[in-house]
């Protein structure tokens, strides 16, 4: 009998009881079942596969009998749906799609700054986006939100200060504040799609997702991504074929 199936089967299944126990430093001896469960609390691709994965830790023990010396020998062979299958969740668990990879083309809004707070207006206006990247020597030192500005403004119009002159005479960089960024979460570039997915999920609070190098402040964007980008992502996970939640 041909066993082509089972021995694919077999080879994802080991890429991905390895990943598992890579990832999070189980014993070498963990139980398949017990460390998908585990898993399932820290990694999306496992929780959304958990059921999969268990049924599959079953069945590996059902198509394998290990003959001693021999090594392993197959008594069953799985059909190509679940062979497809298996080897699809090994790749979204070892192979995910990075961030970068799939957003990274998106033209960033941006302002330097050594420049007026005019510029950030007019840029605001013409981009139509709610999150400016302020630049400094080529790094990224902050950044501007839209709602932020627009307080900023209206401090000064309220106090009866000249307001033209607060936005030509001020700079960009002037008016970065720390605070503003625990509205931003930030990620590294080796960051995936799927995780960009969860961050909104658990923080609905945040403005965006910034994608850096090494995900910290001082380096340059290679992403960025709002809420609005959410549908996108979702429909991206879902054309990659992944389960809805």
């Known amino acids: 009998m041909d066993y082509a199936n089972a021995a694919r089967f077999l080879k994802s299944y080991n890429k991905i009881e390895s990943q598992l126990k890579?990832?999070?430093?189980?014993?070498?001896?963990?139980?398949?079942?017990?460390?998908?469960?585990?898993?399932?609390?820290?990694?999306?691709?496992?929780?959304?596969?958990?059921?999969?994965?268990?049924?599959?830790?079953?069945?590996?023990?059902?198509?394998?009998?290990?003959?001693?010396?021999?090594?392993?020998?197959f008594?069953?062979?799985?059909?190509?749906?679940?062979?497809?299958?298996?080897?699809?969740?090994?790749?979204?668990?070892c192979r995910p799609p990075l961030v970068t990879d799939v957003f990274r083309a998106r033209k960033l809004s941006a302002v330097f700054a050594d420049?007026?707070?005019l510029t950030a207006v007019q840029t605001f206006g013409e981009s139509e986006k709610k999150t400016l990247v302020v630049y400094d020597h080529g790094k990224m030192a902050?950044?501007?939100?839209?709602?932020?500005?627009?307080?900023l403004i209206h401090a000064r119009a309220a106090a009866g200060e000249d307001v033209t002159a607060f936005l030509t005479r001020t700079t960009c960089g002037q008016v970065l504040d720390e605070k503003l960024l625990e509205k931003y979460y930030l990620l590294s570039g080796s960051a995936t799609v799927f995780e960009v997915f969860e961050a909104f999920e658990v923080r609905k609070d945040i403005y965006a997702?910034?994608?850096?190098?090494?995900?910290?402040?001082g380096e340059k964007v290679l992403a960025l991504l709002t809420p609005s980008d959410f549908p996108a992502i979702n429909h991206y996970i879902e054309t990659y074929n992944a389960k809805t939640f």
Do not use: M, W
Request: charged share 25%; proline share 3%; aromatic share 8%.
């Open 22 to 73: 890579s990832l999070y430093n189980e014993r070498p001896t963990q139980n398949f079942t017990d460390l998908v469960k585990r898993c399932s609390d820290r990694n999306i691709t496992v929780r959304r596969y958990e059921a999969e994965l268990i049924d599959y830790g079953k069945l590996r023990n059902a198509i394998v009998h290990r003959a001693g010396a021999a090594g392993e020998t």
């Open 75 to 93: 008594i069953a062979n799985p059909g190509d749906e679940v062979v497809a299958n298996i080897e699809y969740i090994e790749r979204q668990l």
């Open 115 to 117: 420049k007026p707070l």
């Open 142 to 151: 902050g950044v501007i939100n839209s709602y932020f500005l627009l307080r």
């Open 209 to 217: 997702v910034i994608v850096t190098e090494n995900g910290v402040l």
